[in-house]
């Protein structure tokens, strides 16, 4: 039997080789017919979700990308908002530095002017009190040397001179001499 078998199918392949390639009919149908019912199940329910699972994914991209996009845009506004201050920062440090070198250079200026006239207030000071001093010192020069000249004189004349307003004036007029002498030499 196994002989007639193997003959049979050697025969019937010799006359038909696309039967050996392609199934039965009854194969093909019953195979399109659960094609078609997989086909219609994928298409009616497993697709759908697919396509609002996927439609979810996009939108939550596209709303990442979004807010990407607004974060980027402060933070160059930010950097930009940074950048301004700095600026302005640098530009009022500037200032002040300007401005204190202007107030020390008032501050010097005024120091000076204060010292200048401290100088010329000590100086009118202290050439009043020389003034005073030696106008002190004439006097007492007059004094003593009229004394000493009436005192002198007294002994010369052999009388008394004691009488202010004439030893006033000899001493007065020995003065004047003396400095008229003085002047002379110079």
């Known amino acids: 039997m196994s002989y007639t078998l193997n003959a049979t199918l050697v025969a019937s392949e010799q006359s038909d080789p696309l039967k050996l390639v392609l199934p039965a009919d009854y194969d093909i149908i019953w195979s399109a017919v659960c ?54 920062a640098r530009q009022e440090a500037g200032e002040i530095r300007e401005n204190a070198r202007v107030d020390a250079n008032k501050i010097i200026a005024k120091a000076k002017e204060d010292a200048v006239i401290e100088q010329n207030r000590i100086a009118q000071t202290a050439q009043a009190q020389i003034e005073a001093e030696r106008q002190s010192a004439v006097v007492s020069l007059r004094q003593e040397v009229g004394t000493l000249a ?26 004047e001499q003396l400095e008229q002498s003085e002047a002379a030499a110079r």
Not at 151 to 175: I, P, Y
């Open 150 to 175: 009436i005192d002198l004189a007294s002994g010369v004349v052999g009388e008394s001179l004691k009488d202010d307003a004439k030893a006033n004036a000899l001493v007065d007029r020995f003065l």
């Open 35 to 88: 094609f078609a019912v997989i086909l219609f199940v994928f298409w009616r329910f497993v697709l759908p979700k697919m396509q609002r699972l996927l439609d979810e994914r996009a939108a939550a991209i596209e709303g990442n990308i979004v807010k990407a996009d607004e974060a980027q845009a402060k933070a160059e506004a930010a950097l930009q908002e940074y950048t301004a201050q700095l600026a302005n």
